[in-house]
């Protein structure tokens, strides 16, 4: 589905939920708004998140957080719009502004039996059910409607049944499993903002989580950090970045080529190179970022228009 009817009908939707309580934006600025719920406080949703509740930092937590930040974790249309775990369940918690139309008819909910996002596991009816915290989830006796006891199969069942991805791999499984294991209600953060900072640290941790992986997770994680950094070009405005648009763009594609080739040797070499250039293009947006869409009031601005 285009971006142009993607965002007719979340506004048709919104509308009739009565979200909708200023003039629609003629097309999607960023992806989020293509699932975030329209109204006064839709740029505020898109700046700031749930405080993460991450008990224990390891290379196996590092690996599922940038997974669980990846859209190509879930596949087919999910993956296509944008979609990650992280948007129906911010830093592991709940997306309360959650409304895209493929998934839900009311805010903070989704349809796990949605036929959009699956063939195995879509029922043909609209049946939101609330978007659960993840909080504490590893202490759980059963998981989803079908109360699964393994915390691992029901994982592999929302990315592969309730979506389309691919089956993991051993040790991306493990990842987002001990990222899962590791969220707990006693390592909860206040609320946080979605800054140039903590967009850069996603795709910094994504990359040095990519240098201690297997080969296979490897090219999974530099993807998730290829995604990181799109993720900033789509706050970066054309006008007055396109230079810097540019220059992030252009290391995404050096990410997609070290994915192509032997993913470890590559960092080894093109690693240390990579990350001045990309900690330069961080630099240089820095001091206008609140001329980008990190800021609340530009990005408002931008929504308004």
């Known amino acids: 589905m285009d971006r142009s009817l993607r965002t ?37 949703a898109m700046i700031v998140a749930p405080g993460e509740c991450i008990a224990a930092q390891t290379t196996n937590t590092e690996i599922g ?11 087919g249309p999910a993956a296509r ?16 502004n959650f409304l895209m139309p493929e998934l839900t008819n009311r805010a903070g909910a989704a349809d796990v039996t949605s036929e959009w996002a699956s063939h195995a596991r879509g029922d043909g009816v609209m049946n939101p059910v609330d978007i659960p915290d993840l909080v504490d989830v590893g202490s759980r006796e ?5 109360r699964d006891p393994s915390l691992e199969h029901f994982v592999r069942g929302v990315i592969v049944e309730e979506f389309q991805g691919e089956a993991l791999t051993d040790q991306a499984l493990v990842g987002v499993v001990a990222y899962l294991r590791a969220s707990v209600i006693g390592a909860c953060t206040g609320e946080s903002a979605i800054t140039l900072a903590s967009a850069a640290d996603d795709v910094r941790r994504a990359v040095a989580a990519a240098e201690s992986a297997d080969a296979p997770t490897a090219r999974l994680l530099l993807l998730a950090a290829q995604d990181g950094v799109g993720r900033i070009v789509e706050r970066l405005p054309t006008r007055g970045f396109a230079r810097d648009r540019g220059r992030f763009e252009r290391l995404s594609r050096d990410l ?15 690693g240390p190179g990579w990350r001045a250039r990309f900690e330069a293009a961080v630099g240089r947006v820095a001091s206008r970022e609140q ?13 308004e228009r």
């Open 65 to 75: 957080r940038a997974l669980f930040r990846s859209p190509n974790l879930l596949g």
């Open 8 to 44: 007719v009908k979340l506004l048709f939707a919104a509308a009739a939920l009565v979200f909708l309580t200023a003039a629609a934006p003629s097309q999607i600025i960023l992806r989020e708004e293509a699932w975030t719920a329209p109204g006064a406080n839709q740029a505020r």
């Open 291 to 303: 001329r980008t869409y990190f800021n609340e009031t530009t990005l408002r601005a931008a929504l």
């Open 142 to 146: 059963g998981l989803g409607h079908v």
């Open 256 to 270: 997609g080529a070290l994915r192509r080739e032997d993913a470890h040797a590559r960092l080894t070499d093109a």
């Open 81 to 96: 719009a944008g979609l990650s775990c992280n948007a129906c369940h911010s830093n592991g918690r709940v997306n309360a």
